[in-house]
Every structure is written in C-alpha cells, then in structure tokens.
C-alpha cells in the first residue's frame, strides 16, 4: 500500500488540494525498517539510516515563500509503501441428496485461516504524537458454517 504524507492543506487555500511535507534529511527518504510488531514504521527523528544518522526533526509543514505565496513540500505523494498484507482463505463444501430433486449442501469457510494480522499505514499526520507509528491492524480469523437446501 502507498503512503503520501500529507501537509496542511489550507497552505494551499484550495479546496480538496493536500500539500506534502518538506524532507530535511542526508540524500533520499529512508527505507522504513519498522514494522507492525514494534509499531513504529519510521522515525520522525532520524534522517539516515546507516553510517551518517541524523538525529533532528526531518520533517516539517511547508511555509510560505518570500513573497507570501504558499511553498509545496519537497516530497512527492506516496513516496513510500505501507506494510504489506498476506492472507489465506480456505472452504469446504458437501453435497448431500436428499431425494432426486432436493440436496443438502453443507459448507465451511474459514478466512485468514493463519491468522496473521494485517497492519494499518502509518500514521503521516505531522500534528499527530503517533506520526510514524502504525496504531492498528485488522485481518483477525473469523470461521462460517452453514446449510443449504437446494430444490
């Protein structure tokens, strides 16, 4: 799933016009390490993951230009992917005849057969105290089973 950060969007005094955070960090956007685990995806404070780490506030709202028009961020939308998603869903299905016209169908269905959760995005508000963090997951196994009587 792609992830854009979004800035304040009155910057811009258009409607339905979302502007993107300026990146303050060494060379390119990092590569999230994180993960849904840990519940962090990235780090607000370190510009460069490697040999030269930054630790300073690498992201920041766009200002205004020296003639008062709105500045957009230097960050494209959707820069960065979320974490990714798996799932397994599996069902079982019999026939029974009841008579020549008349069957019985018994069913199972079961989704997210492994259970394994499927994470959020991380949160890309920059006004927020979770910005970098992924707060949520869905994806939990759920099981069905059900009768049918066909005629």
Known sequence: MLTGFAGNSCILGAP???NTLNWFGPGPVPTPKGNGLTG???TNTI???G????TTQCFAQPGATNGGLP????LGKNFMSGPGAWNLDASIFRNFEIKERWKLQFRGEAFSVVNTPR?????T???SSNFGKITGAGGAR??????KLLF
């Open 119 to 123: 994470w959020n995005d991380p949160n």
């Open 40 to 42: 962090i995806w990235f």
């Open 71 to 74: 500045e957009f961020g230097n």
């Open 125 to 127: 508000d920059i006004n």
């Open 16 to 18: 339905g016009n979302n």
């Open 142 to 147: 759920s099981i069905q089973l059900s009768a």
């Open 47 to 49: 510009c460069n993951f």
């Open 51 to 54: 040999a030269a780490e930054v």
